[in-house]
Every structure is written in C-alpha cells, then in structure tokens.
C-alpha cells in the first residue's frame, strides 16, 4: 500500500442500506478514497447481535461487497472484506473487553435503543458491540473514521480504550479521529422527521432504499412528510422540510441559501419531486451496478479474498504487538 495515512470503516450487511447509509457514509468513503489507504470492512460478525436467517445474511453479505463497489469503492485502491475473514477482530476484541467496563457499555444509546427494540434477545454481542468496532479500528493504526453522527459514541470509546491501553501497556495504537461530513450526517425518517432514517423502520414509506426504482424514490418523497405552512426555508421548527433540503443538498453540493433560493414561492409539490429526481438520479445507476455484479459471485469472492489477505497482513502486525506488550508467549512456529 502507498505511503497514506489509513482510513477504516464498516458497514452492516444487516439488509437494504438506505440513503442514509449512502450519504452518512458510503459517499465519503468514494470522495476520502483517494487521499488515505482505504479499509473497508463487511461487519457480519456485528450483525449476529441481532437475530439473522443465516441464508439472508450470506446474501446480505454478497450484496453489501457489490454496493460497496457499485458506490465507487475500487479494490485496486482499498482493502474491501469481511471481518469474519480476518480473525484479529474477534482477538483484539477480546484483550479490549479486559480493559472496557461493563458501566461504559450499558450506557451506549445504540444498546438502549436495541435492546428495547430486542427485547427477547438481548445478548451480551449486543452489549460489546461497541468493543468490537474499537478492534476493527484500532487494528488497522486507523487515522480517520468515516461515519454517520449516529456512530459518534462508539467512535469515542474505541479512542477511550486506545488510550487506556497505551497508558496501561505502552504506545500501541493511533488515536483515530472521526471524519463526520457536513451535510446529512443524519439523515431523518421521511413519515417521523424527529426520528432516523432507518432500514429496520416497519414503515417503508420512512426511509429510501438504495434498491428502491426511481417510480418508488418518486412516490416515496411525494409521501413525505412535511410541515403546516409552504415555506420551503431551513428551519429547527420544520424538521419535515429541513431533512429534505438537507437530502437535496448533500445529492446536488449546494448549500441551504442556494436551495432556499431555487425554491422561493414554489410549492411542497414542485420541491419534493425536484427531491426524488436529485436522488434518482443518483442511486438508480449505483443500484443497476450493483446488480450487475451480483451475477458475477466468482469476482465478489475474489475482491473479498484478496482483501481479506490484504487485510490479516495488516492486522497482525498490531495483534502481535498487542499480545506481547500485555505479557502473552508468542507462539514458536516452523
Ligand atoms: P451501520 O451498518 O448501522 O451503518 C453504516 C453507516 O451508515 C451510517 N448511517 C447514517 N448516516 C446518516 N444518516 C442516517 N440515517 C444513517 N444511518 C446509518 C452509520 O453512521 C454508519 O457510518 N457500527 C457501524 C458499523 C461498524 C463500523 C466499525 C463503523 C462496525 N465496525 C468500525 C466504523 C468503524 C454501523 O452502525 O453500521
């Protein structure tokens, strides 16, 4: 790999990825492509947390390695694999747990919120999931996590617990800084704009699916909903309205004022088609590559195998080092 700073992050294959994925992360991780050593992780082993058919997540797995390429991601360039490929996840989360309390963890509002949404399965990989996504980072000598403000707390820990570990044991790790973009870093519900977007939302009127036609993007946006007055400003009292300006202008680059300009004296209708065109526009020719190379499995494993290799190289320089600063016996080999 050239001589870049790394950048790593992840993505669930926990079903259909939303807009929100798209703009909170899977853009950023096209435009920072260029300027870092991109690594780009599969995380499967997260999405056992939450109860999976093992047949969907395998084919969750597949079709979150060809969106990941479809959005740009070129594997010549960065690492793309699965976490469950390289087992320094599942090691490095481990010696992290020693030194992670239980206290920080329950007070994660990702576990509150998913534990009330699970509440007959609350497992301790729920609980830990935090810690995992710390290995995921720390292994790498991570400098730069691109993600969603929804991922923000976690981010934090994984920064607590490299420090705690140097601290305790000795320069080890990077200290990682999050790289959350200015525009829709949190993207809201289309129906309850005080709510994020989500894919596990029961309402699929809520969110826009990266999968969704461009007669569903339409008619999705013309369902949105909007405030009591036809104001189309950006506003904290417009919550409805201000979400899609802020979808318009993180899909056209243009800043609120020049949104708010275009559509002085328009009305609600006008504006949320002129939405839905902006977004098709954009996401029905990721959607047709990606589609594309999922008929091509023997290449998605081939991305996925390289980069798995790639990766493990990587890793292991940082799990052994971990492994002999906190007093473990290398193994003799040959
Ligand atoms: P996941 O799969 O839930 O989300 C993937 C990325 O999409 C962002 N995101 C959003 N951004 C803006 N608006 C939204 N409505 C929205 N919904 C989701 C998330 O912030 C995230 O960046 N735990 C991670 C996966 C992970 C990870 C890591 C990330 C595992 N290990 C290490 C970074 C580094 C997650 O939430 O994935």
């Known amino acids: 790999m050239e001589d870049k700073k790394i950048l790593f992050s992840a993505i669930q294959p926990s079903g259909i990825l939303t807009i929100g994925n798209y703009l909170g992360a899977l853009r ?30 395998r084919k969750n797995t597949y079709e979150l390695a060809a969106l990941y390429l479809a959005c740009g991601i070129d594997p ?91 601290n305790r044991f000795g320069e080890t790790f990077k200290i990682p800084e999050g790289y959350i973009g200015k525009s829709a870093a949190r993207v809201m519900s289309l129906a309850e704009p005080d709510r994020k977007m989500s894919k596990s939302d029961a309402n699929l009127n809520a969110f826009i699916s990266m999968d969704d036609d461009p007669a569903t993007v339409l008619r999705k946006f013309k369902r949105a909903v909007t405030d009591s007055d036809d104001k189309i400003i950006y506003s904290p009292e417009k919550p409805g309205i201000s979400n899609l300006l802020s979808i318009y202008c993180a899909f056209t680059d243009k800043t609120f004022d020049q949104a708010e300009q275009e559509f002085a004296g328009k009305g609600y ?66």
């Open 28 to 57: 950023n991780f096209k435009k920072l492509q260029d300027d870092y050593n991109g690594v780009y992780a599969i995380a499967d082993l997260h999405t056992l947390t939450v109860k999976q058919d093992p047949a969907i997540l």
């Open 76 to 166: 010549e360039k960065s690492i793309l694999f699965a976490q469950s490929h390289v087992s320094a996840h599942s090691e490095l989360a481990w010696v992290l747990n020693t030194i992670c309390y239980p206290g920080e963890l329950s007070r994660m509002t990702q576990f509150k919120d998913k534990s009330k949404k699970h509440e007959d399965n609350i497992n301790m990989g729920l609980m830990d999931y935090p810690v995992l996504m710390a290995a995921d980072i720390l292994l790498y000598q991570t400098e730069l996590v691109p993600i969603g403000a929804d991922q923000k707390q976690h981010l934090e820990l994984a920064r607590d617990l490299a420090i705690r570990f140097n």
């Open 269 to 334: 209708g006008d504006f949320k088609l002129a939405v839905g065109q902006v977004v098709t526009d954009k996401i029905e020719p990721i959607r047709q590559e990606k589609n594309r190379l999922l008929n091509d499995k023997a290449y998605l494993d081939e991305v996925l195998k390289s980069g798995a290799e790639r990766a493990e190289r990587l890793a292991y320089r940082t799990l052994s080092k971990v492994y002999k600063k906190v007093g473990l016996v290398a193994r003799k080999r040959g």
